[in-house]
């Protein structure tokens, strides 16, 4: 079992900036990828970013450029550095981590953090 919780959601302007964090409860070694996604009201939930335990990173389009996924493996904790947010970012936003056991996947998500992109 892996818990997280998200934190660091807000308000905020047009072309501001927001760090999201996701503390795990289990080290971040232990796990195969994490990574962010969204869902704004009325839509389906949606991928953000990723980041494996290898290091690899994967981003959505519409973030490229904007938003950068990182970690503190010390700390446990994944990060999601936004800047430039557009209105159309607003959405909860998501922190998953994924175990892979033999042939089976385990997901894990965080109850969410609201962003919301407003002037």
């Known amino acids: 079992q892996v818990q997280l919780v998200e934190s660091g959601g807000g308000l905020v302007q047009p072309g501001g900036s927001l760090r999201l964090s996701c503390a795990a409860s289990?080290?971040?070694?232990?796990?195969?990828?994490m990574g962010w996604y969204r869902q704004a009201p009325g839509k389906q939930r949606e991928l953000v970013a990723t980041l494996t335990s290898g290091g690899s990173t994967n981003y959505a389009d519409s973030v490229k450029g904007r938003f950068t996924i990182s970690r503190d493996n010390v700390k446990n904790t994944l990060f999601l550095h936004m800047n430039s947010l557009k209105p159309e970012d607003t959405a909860l936003y998501y922190c998953?981590?994924?175990?892979?056991?033999?042939?089976?996947?385990?997901?894990?998500w965080g109850q969410g953090t609201q962003v919301t992109v407003s002037s």
């Open positions: 289990a080290t971040i070694f232990s796990i195969n990828a």
């Open positions: 998953n981590a994924v175990i892979y056991a033999g042939d089976s996947a385990y997901d894990y």
